[in-house]
């Protein structure tokens, strides 16, 4: 089981609909994905169609009373794509948990029975745009961060701050931690800006960007107000596409080979073999 935070602390950059869609393209490719929603705003358990103020129990369950993780699992209307909720309440975590030893690895250690039982191959956490005591759960227990970024003016604008948070959690608390790929995010070809700021990105971090980029489409942006991923809302569309390129670029595979969970199931063996 591997565990992938997608972080950026910049606000609206990407994080939520990568975290859904990428997190839904690999269960389109055979992968068992739980999806994590840390963000107070609860956008990603809007975006799934969770209504979390009908959830009797969420994530603030989890980090503050200590509610057993697999508890909190819900299905969402994909195969293979599992959540557990957020709602606002998350935003009194902070303050709750301040004094509370070990308060920066209480989801990695909610995450140790699920990693014993094999439940899952993946689980993708959405951070809120901030650092503080969730984000640092997030980092605590993943071992690779995905960040998207906007390739607009203020793009690297702290970038710095976020590898700095990074390094740190590695050398503190978490050695296996590394960034997996940084990932351009609405994306607009059509502007001289994007292309500049896309190079200056991939100046600075070279083989760290993706080779996919999420272009801007308006399908991505719909679909959460129907509830749905892109597959469901708009499966022939360019976010479609971005969002299984990636995915597939991610797990080295080739996106137009379909794979059945069985083909998926071998390969991640022979990966742990
Ligand atoms: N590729 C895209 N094309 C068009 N719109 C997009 C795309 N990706 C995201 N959006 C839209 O941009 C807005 C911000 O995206 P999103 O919520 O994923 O960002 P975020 O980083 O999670 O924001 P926050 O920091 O508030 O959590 C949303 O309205 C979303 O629907
Ligand atoms: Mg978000």
Known sequence: MKTIAVINQKGGVGKTTTAVNFGAALARMGRRVLLLDMDPQANLSLHLDLRPELEAKNMTNLLVDGAALGELVRPTGTERLWAVPADTSLNGVEQVLANRIGRETILREALEPLIAARSYDFVVIDCPPALGVLSANALVAAQEVII?????????????????????VRRRLNPVLRVARILPCIVDQRTRLTAEVLAEIRGHFGPLVAQSMIRANVKLAEAPSFGHTIFQHAPESNGAQDYLAFAAEYLGVDAAMPQTPAQAGAEEHAAEA
Do not use: D, H, N, T
Request: no cysteine; charged share 20%; glycine share 4%.
């Open 148 to 168: 998207p970024v906007q390739p607009e003016y203020f793009a690297l604008q702290g970038m710095a701050k976020l590898m700095e948070v990074i390094e740190l």
